[in-house]
Structures are given as structure tokens and as C-alpha cells.
């Protein structure tokens, strides 16, 4: 059994077979920008054309992650620290799954970013920095969360009672105050073929 | 930008266009025994069967998930719980991406496997009982822990000093002691066949 299991251990299906299964490499796009700045659309939107080339792809965002595995963690900086490390972690396993992972989150401290960043090698983590002027945000206000934050019923809000440290050198910016979607996922896609993705 | 949005979450990819795409159901095989039955080893051996055929599938066991998402966790009743909620999420989350998840954890309550269970429709769960005398593994011992559980130095070892609650109504068994690796690896097959997965 014993000698099995070390046989066994030495052919386990790895990230390059899933790659070559898969016919496209896995890595990480991470979406980041303040709340109703269309992270999570542009996401969608993207999966939506790479899912039509037969890409294997998985958005996280706060729809899945917040009331899932990081039910149990509020907006403190030490709980959204904890939030990001466990997306990392659960980014990490995808990819080595085989898995092209969309992520969308505000994650508006640098530091947090970086730590990601560092969990992947260099051509397998794009940072993309979904730029929108907090008034056009509070303009949409899907979820009527920025008037909260005004109001001082949620606290600790970012673009409002909390910072949102800007990318100092994204892989990617795009304007969604200006551009249409379309824009933005197409600018997306050409990014994917510049890195080799596609 | 609101109505985009809207209009983008109804066209999202979802588990249905994945599992066609795949060409097969996703779901969460759980492989529950004490330490050192052969839970890791007849998962991978399983999914190297499964990779053959062109299955997307991912084994999730200590060696993933105990360094990465669940590094801050240790071995305390309420620990062990919030261990295996983290592992249910993440694959909730596997499953919803498409992939056939093969859990090894020794997972020794039933409250805890019950809870797992619930989580998902009755034919995206099966549990598979990987059944095997503590004095067998005890010889196998690959990482010298139950040596160190008996002389104490390792509290709370399941099957030496914490319960280990046998499956009352599981999937499928598998006997490690008397049967050989291939036969175990054969019978998950059979299984997956009978579930309508191949």
C-alpha cells in the first residue's frame, strides 16, 4: 500500500495536463475598483465570450464569496484581509485546477493586492483596475449602499468613509465612466491574446 | 450601465452550460476513513482514470486545503468544523464551476459529513466509507503520526485519542485491509457509472 501510494503520488494529474486538456493556460484576472464601478459585469461579460471559444472559466465575487466561504467575516481591515487570503487561496486551487478565474472585488489596499500578486508567477496573475469616479457610483448605487454609507449606517465604506488605494501599475485600466462595455470586454479579451492566453 | 448590468447576469454562464460543455454531471465524491486508509491515494487514482476520459476533476485533501485556505485552523472540535464548512464551500463552489470534486478528509463526525451532505442535491454528493482497521493503518503510519498520537505528543488523533463515527448509510465501502488499490479504484468507477456521471 504503501509503495502504491508513493507510485501513485508521482502521476497525479497536474496544472500543465489540465492546461493541455483544457487547450489554454489558467491563471488569474483580478477585477479590482470601487463598489458599482462594473467589476463584476465586465467579469460576466468576459466569461460569457471566452465560455463561447470553450474556455474553462469561474467568476468570484461577492455574490459567491461573501455568502459562502467568507460568511463569517465582516469589513474589518483585519476580516477583509482574511477575506482576500482565503480568495487567494480558493484562486490558487482553481488554477491549479486548470481553471482561467475571474475575480471581482473592491480589494482597495495595495498591500492585499500584492500578497495575491505574489501567490502567482508573473504570467499567471493580471491585474486589472476598473476606474470610475466615485460620483458616477453613487450615481448608480445598484444596491442603494453608497446612500447607507452617507447616511453613516454603514461604516467603513469604501470611496466613502474608507480608502481606496488606486493600482500604480495595472495590467489593465478601464474607464467604465466614459466607455461602454463593450469596450471594456473587448479590451479585456485583447489583453488575454497579448499575454497568451488565447 | 445598470440596465448592462442586469442584462448581463441573465446571460451568465451557469452548471448546466458547464456540464455540457464537460460532457459530463459535476459533484462532490466525499472519501471519508481514518488517517493512512487510502483516501488520497484511490482519489487520485480515480482522477487519473477520470483525466483519461477527458473529466474535469480536482482532489481536494490536506495536502491543499490544510497548508492553504485552512493554514489558521487547527484540530479542536469547532476548528475540524470550521474545517470542513470552508471545504463544503469551496466545493460548492467547484461543483458550480463544473468540475467532479474528489474530497479525501478524514471527516470523523457524522453532524459534520450530514451537514456536507445538505449542501448539495441528493446526486451531486455520494460518500464513500474508505474502511480500514486503526491497527492497519497504524502499521501503514506514512508520516509517523500515529506513533506520536500514542505516545501522546499528538493530542486528539482520531481513531487513537478522538471518536471516529462510522458511515451508517454511505455510497459505496471500500475495504483498503483486504482489497487491492485497483479494486477500489475500479468499484468508485462503477459507481460513478451506476450515477449516471460516465
Known amino acids: 500500500m504503501k509503495k502504491n501510494h508513493v507510485v501513485w503520488h508521482k502521476v497525479n494529474v497536474n496544472r500543465q495536463d489540465r492546461n493541455h486538456l483544457n487547450n489554454h493556460k489558467s491563471g488569474l484576472l483580478w477585477f479590482t475598483g470601487l463598489s458599482a464601478s462594473g467589476k ?4 460576466h461579460s468576459v466569461e460569457k465570450q471566452l465560455f463561447k471559444r470553450g474556455f474553462r472559466t469561474y467568476v468570484l465575487d461577492g ?3 461573501r455568502h459562502g466561504i467568507n ?3 465582516g469589513f474589518s481591515r483585519e476580516d477583509r484581509k482574511e477575506n482576500l487570503r482565503r480568495i487567494a487561496e480558493v484562486s490558487m486551487l482553481f488554477v491549479d ?4 478565474v475571474l475575480a471581482a472585488f473592491i480589494s482597495p489596499y495595495k498591500a492585499d493586492r500584492e500578497y495575491i500578486r505574489k501567490q502567482f508567477e508573473g504570467d499567471n496573475f493580471l491585474e486589472i483596475y476598473v476606474k470610475c469616479p466615485v460620483e ?7 444596491k442603494g449602499q453608497y446612500k447607507k454609507a452617507r447616511a453613516g449606517i454603514i461604516k467603513n465604506y469604501t470611496g466613502v468613509s474608507a480608502p481606496y488605494e488606486e493600482p500604480e501599475n495595472p495590467d ?15 479590451a479585456v479579451i ?3 491574446a497579448e499575454r497568451g492566453y488565447l
Open 40 to 43: 463584476s459585469t465586465i467579469a
Open 97 to 100: 485546477a486548470g481553471i482561467l
Open 136 to 142: 458616477e457610483c453613487e450615481k448608480r448605487d445598484p
Open 190 to 192: 485583447d489583453l488575454l
Open 71 to 73: 460568511s463569517n467575516l
Open 63 to 65: 455574490d459567491n464569496v
Open 172 to 186: 489593465l485600466i478601464l474607464d467604465t465612466e466614459k466607455k461602454p462595455l463593450k469596450e471594456s470586454v473587448d
